[in-house]
């Protein structure tokens, strides 16, 4: 629960313009976690779907382009959180190499488990 207690730490002394940012950062994890699930149970709907493998490669490859975005913003939305956390002198939410973008893709993830974990 300590990524729990960043989290609230930034969110307690945030600005109210900025409070908006941080929900949308942390918005965007869940939205890239769905948009994994999204693309491999697409995968497996258009090997039925498809008509040709030449739209079945198009159907993946428009999957996956959807998921590197998503991964993309996730980065992204990361780096403004620990940027928020650096203009308020708090402790960074992520505290791992933003480089390894499977590191972050594994972070995005214990977001949303750590919040669904909450909800229990």
């Not at 779907?49 to 490859?61: A, D, L, P, T």
């Not at 939305?77 to 893709?105: F, H, M, P, W």
């Amino acid at each position: 629960m300590d990524l729990l207690n960043r989290i609230n730490k930034l969110i307690k002394v945030a600005d109210k313009e900025d409070l908006d940012i941080i929900q949308e950062s942390i918005d965007s994890f869940p939205k890239y976690i769905n948009s994994i699930v999204k693309m491999e149970t697409g995968i497996k709907i258009a090997r039925f779907r498809c008509n040709s493998q030449e739209e079945f490669i198009e159907e993946v490859q428009r999957l996956d382009r959807n998921r590197h975005f998503s991964h993309n913003a996730a980065i992204v939305s990361v780096k403004i959180l620990n940027r928020l956390c650096n203009s308020y002198g708090v402790e960074e939410i992520y505290q791992g190499d933003i480089e390894d973008r499977q590191e972050v893709a594994t972070f995005a993830k214990k977001i949303v488990d750590i919040y669904y974990k909450i909800r229990k």
